[in-house]
């Protein structure tokens, strides 16, 4: 449940803003490249990996013929400058973001070989061009002259946003340190790129096959999954990877505890050096080149560690206020999620188990929760087909936005499964669109994220260029000729991304790097997201997309008083898992001695004594498959969910307090928060649309803490 960047650099240095709309000159062999063809979507049906490095290679020489025009300039202005440069990079971003998504979605030998040789040129070019002393002093000096007193605000945010990341890029170091620096951006790339595949293949090449009896407790949906998978690969039985729904399925449902202790021992050591895979597809070492060459970028520009040069984008001040605020939220919820676990480890033991183990946790939490609450997840399955789901959640959107949001076929796509959707303001007029990818397969990267794709800027011509977004998950596809059935997590995974998605797709600001989720601190863009989620719990939302596939009758009232009943059921076990990643991951950058070894497990150690009180494998390696913080963007910034979650919570409280579909409330929230993107401070936005400072309160109340 989580936004991926684009790729590193970009997340590090912010965009530099994109767009030059040129020909390009590589004679026949380019003009037929379907990456460099300007189309307004792109050409997914014919791109193939071999056109990628020569569409970026082409790319990169265009734009720094540009640049290289741009700066034999006199006097700099917006129009002359920053216009044309933001035009000049949208376009490579555009591109660059196609074969990145491929890479992601659509993983093969050829796919990955290709990303891998253009990863280097890009990451090269934007740090090239955040270390550009003459671009950097040309934009300096447009905020001494007369002009710039005279811009309206967003676009002086742009500028000053502009020379942060300059300076962030070490634009101010002597030239050898800037090759250090660049040398050091690109290889932090690769080995963010190698990070991710080494999960992929970790989680794909594992694969248990179970015989009747080993099936036992496995809900319907699962049972068919792995059946399907089997067939896949000519084999008897049921089969399961460690993708989310396999790997779910068995750790919550198989009554054979062998069954599930595999299965977690599995999936806890994932890409790591134990474990039935041990050293094929080890991160060991990425981490720890990750984590030194994290530290030396943070001192090159004169920050004591990442943690501080984390901050420096960040809605949060200072390191001593990040773990003010995790103590905190520890300290108010480990009472609740220690009383949570004594009452689980007393009905496991009731039910034969003498010591709980890690590969217990989720079956018994299961079985508990079923005890308790006479709520099965499997039972809600038939109500939440994807499809309804989709257009529930379109409805609820219409409602509190006024948008409508429509399918729009034969668009090309990447695969055949995939849908694409077109935003359209309460005048009608399309504002956004986005791409559907929403079942998990082979060669696809776990996870759910949000993609932005292409950015609204208005065009010097006075066109708008409508922003794109992907919506990419992993459910469970439709099997036996059902429609994919969600869970009742799948459905809330949904509408986080989706919450990403509209405040990416519904941006009223004029500028790129400002509009949609772009310069949105990072600690502030899950407010939108986990926003949405609120809904899932509310029946009179529930009512309008959960419908059985069948009978289209809604939750049975006893089925829906027993989900809501669950809704805080283990919150705090959950938030203080949260919690622990947050602290292990701003502890681990703010605390990084290059000299010292083992510090990961050192933090982990000390996390585990003071927070967790529910069993440990002791050889589990979590951090070799959190691709958040070494992959994804979120290094010393993982808080950053339980930051905006502050600010979600205490924003939909105002929906509570007026009505949940309270067209006014929502639409101040479109106009406050969705519209406004990046073009202001979210402490501002967020004062504007509430009324006051948020406050704590509701976060705490939501998940039942207090
Ligand atoms: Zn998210």
């Known amino acids: 449940m989580w936004y991926k960047p684009m790729f590193i650099s970009l997340a590090m240095f912010g965009l530099m803003a994109p767009a030059f709309a040129q020909q390009a000159d590589g004679g026949v062999a380019q003009k037929n490249n379907p990456l460099l063809q300007q189309t307004v979507l792109p050409q997914f049906d014919k791109i193939r990996p071999e056109h990628f490095k020569p569409a970026i290679e082409q790319l990169l020489k265009e734009n720094r013929a540009v640049v290289k025009k741009l700066l034999t300039q006199k006097k700099y202005t917006w129009d002359n400058l920053v216009e044309p440069l933001e035009t000049a990079n949208e376009r490579l971003v555009f591109v660059w973001s196609t074969i990145n998504h491929l890479n992601a979605v659509m993983d093969s030998k050829e796919t990955r070989k290709a990303y891998e040789s253009c990863l280097p040129l890009v990451t090269k070019y934007f740090t090239e061009l955040a270390q550009n002393t003459k671009l950097y002093n040309a934009f300096e000096s447009i905020t001494q002259s007369d002009q710039y007193k005279n811009f309206d ?37 690769a080995l963010g790129n190698k990070f991710d ?27 068919a999954l792995g059946a399907a998978n089997a067939a896949r690969k000519n084999k008897k039985g049921w089969c399961f990877s460690l993708d989310a729904p396999s790997y779910q399925a068995l750790i919550t449902y198989a009554d054979s505890r062998a069954v599930r202790k595999k299965t977690y021992i599995a999936f806890a050591t994932r890409a790591s050096d134990v474990g039935p895979t041990a050293g094929k597809w080890d991160n060991s070492k990425n981490i720890d080149a990750i984590f030194k060459i994290r530290h030396k970028l943070a001192h090159l520009v004169h920050f004591n560690n990442y943690a501080e040069y984390s901050l420096a984008t960040k809605m ?17 919820t480990l009472p609740a999620g220690k009383k949570e676990f004594i009452e689980l480890e007393t009905f496991a033991k009731k039910h034969g188990v003498k010591k709980i183990e890690p590969w217990d946790i989720a079956y018994y939490s299961e079985q508990l929760s079923q005890k308790k609450f006479k709520l099965s997840q499997e039972e809600l399955r038939p109500y939440f087909p994807d499809t ?7 409805a609820i959107a219409k409602r509190l936005y006024g948008i409508t949001i429509k399918e729009k076929k034969d668009v090309p796509v990447w695969y055949p499964t995939v849908r694409f959707f077109e935003i359209y303001d309460a005048k009608g007029k399309l504002v956004g669109q986005f791409y559907a990818d929403l079942y998990c397969r082979e060669n696809k990267r776990s996870g759910a994220w949000m993609d932005d794709y292409k950015t609204r800027r208005l065009l010097k011509d006075g066109a708008v260029q409508i922003p ?11 099997v036996d000729g059902k429609p994919s059935l969600l869970t009742h997590q799948d459905v809330i995974t949904l509408f ?8 990416h797709l519904l941006t009223k600001v004029d500028y790129a790097s400002v509009a949609g989720i772009k310069n949105v601190p990072w600690d502030a863009v899950e407010l939108p997201s986990q926003f949405m989620e609120n809904w899932c719990w509310q029946p009179e939302a529930l009512k309008i997309f959960a419908k059985h596939y069948k009978t289209h009758e809604p939750i049975p009232k006893q089925l829906l008083q027993n989900l809501l009943a669950s809704h805080h059921y283990h919150a705090a076990t959950q938030m203080l898992r949260q919690l622990k990643f947050a602290l292990l991951d701003f502890r681990i950058y703010l605390e990084f001695d290059p000299k010292k070894n083992n510090q990961l497990k050192k933090i982990t150690d000390q996390l585990d004594k003071k927070i967790n009180y529910l069993p440990i494998y002791k050889d589990a390696r979590f951090p070799h498959s959190f691709m958040h913080i070494f992959s994804g963007g979120y290094a010393a910034g993982y808080y950053s969910y339980k930051w905006a979650e502050v600010l979600s919570a205490d924003a939909f409280s105002k929906f509570e307090e007026n009505g949940i579909f309270d067209q006014r409330t929502g639409r101040e929230f479109l106009q406050n928060i969705l519209e406004a993107g990046g073009s202001e401070d979210m402490a501002v936005l967020f004062k504007k649309f509430r009324g006051r ?14």
């Open 468 to 478: 794109v977004a992907q919506l990419v998950c992993n459910f469970s596809p439709p």
């Open 197 to 223: 595949s080494n999960v992929l293949d970790a989680s794909q090449n594992w694969s248990i096959c179970l015989t009747k009896k080993q099936t036992q407790g496995l809900p319907e949906h699962a049972l």
């Open 388 to 394: 309804q789901v989709l257009d529930g959640m379109f």
């Open 153 to 189: 605000p967003v676009q002086q945010r742009v500028i000053q946003n502009e020379l942060r990341d300059f300076r962030l890029a070490g634009v101010n170091l002597p030239a050898q340190k800037k090759q250090f620096f660049m040398k050091l951006t690109q290889r932090l790339a």
């Open 693 to 706: 400072d948020p406050k704590i309160d509701a976060l705490l109340r939501q998940n039942g803490v207090i």
């Open 316 to 332: 949060a001040k200072s390191p001593t206020q990040v773990l003010e605020f995790l103590n905190g939220l520890v300290e108010k």
């Open 496 to 503: 986080h991304e989706f919450g990403h998605c509209l405040h």
